[in-house]
């Protein structure tokens, strides 16, 4: 997976400057729907929570139609999927994608999984971090792995839901270091946060956007990322890359529907994800959230979905994560 998201990395200059030929005069569109529900399986102030409704006063300029995000908690992802597969395939209700719904489908087997969704676009790569609060004696993470390797068991890692990316993560980051502790999970990123903050655990793994106000107020401090390159808003904090650790992980941020949606559909979604892209306004805020534009349409998208659910099964096999 590290290696395929290596390759979109290089791909992504590509995406973004097709994307850029869209931009300028793009108007409102006749949606088929005056509401639409996106729904998350995440916590208000998690991750998708934020990305979602940060987008969607973007989302109903280009589309013309109101919409609103619906939590829908339980089974890291399990019910906001059912609700999503059992809906109406009329363009009225979507799901913020990331890993996790991928995951879950692959762990926990649900009644539901992500074989019955269908793609709609990629909007993002989201950069992973470490991080720690403010009062943590460790500014690396190197001192992390010496610490840990010198007193196995001690440190504490913290991570989201079990089907997370994250504790995907922290699974090779303890494979690749040597290090035994354990990886604590929480019900989002929220809960970890706290945890954080509350020395439950010794370190996070998370995204910018779930973390700006508590990095802006100085209460937690980013120790690496698991980025090619350091990111521009940080340039200062080394990667794990950087300090020895051959980690690279981008979190995929995206939209699916329910199956069989009709082609029209597709297609205005697609051209509003480009428009929304190039909006100024909305630019500044994902730059902000050291998000990477990643445009995948539809079919692009489906096709990338079941490569990655295919690299997470090999990697649940030889973790030991599943036995079949």
């Known amino acids: 997976m590290i290696r395929q998201f290596r390759t979109l990395a290089v791909a992504a200059f590509a995406a973004t400057a097709a994307i850029a030929s869209l931009a300028g005069s793009a108007t409102a569109q006749s949606y088929p729907h005056e509401t639409v529900t996106l729904i998350t399986h995440s916590k208000q102030g998690g991750g998708t929570d934020v990305f979602l409704r940060a987008m969607t006063p973007f989302l109903g300029k280009y589309l013309g139609a109101n919409f609103v995000v619906e939590n829908v908690r339980g089974g890291s992802g399990a019910k906001a999927m059912a609700k999503l597969a059992t809906a109406p395939a009329d363009g009225a209700i979507f799901y913020g994608t990331t890993p996790t719904f991928i995951n879950t489908s692959l762990l926990s087997k649900p009644d539901f999984t992500f074989k019955d ?3 709609v676009a990629n909007v993002f790569l989201d950069p992973q971090i470490v991080y720690v609060r403010a009062e943590s004696p460790y500014n690396s993470v190197q001192e992390i792995v010496d610490v840990a390797l010198a007193s196995p068991g001690t440190m504490k890692f913290g991570v989201t839901t079990p089907g997370s990316l994250d504790r995907q993560v922290m699974e090779k980051f303890k494979a690749l270091t040597g290090v035994v502790a354990p990886v604590i999970t929480h019900d989002g990123g929220g809960e970890l946060l706290i945890s954080v903050l509350n020395g439950t655990v010794d370190l996070g793994i998370g995204e910018i956007q779930e973390l700006s106000a508590q ?7 980013v120790i690496t990322t698991y980025t090619k390159d350091r990111l521009a808003d940080f340039p200062d904090v080394m990667t794990a890359r950087e300090q020895g650790i051959d980690l690279v992980i981008n979190k995929f941020r995206g939209i699916a529907g329910p199956k069989g ?4 559909i597709y297609a205005k979604w697609e051209t509003a994800i480009q428009g929304v892209l190039e909006d100024a306004e909305f630019k500044a805020w994902y730059s902000a959230q050291s998000l990477v534009p990643f445009y995948m349409g539809h079919t692009e998208y489906d096709a990338f979905l079941a490569d990655f659910a295919a690299d997470q099964e090999l990697f649940f096999k030889e ?3 599943t036995d079949d």
Do not use: C, F, H, Q
């Open 215 to 221: 990095l802006a107020a100085g209460k937690v401090r």
């Open 319 to 321: 973790y030991g994560i």
């Open 261 to 264: 949606l009709p082609d029209d």
């Open 117 to 119: 969704l269908s793609g």
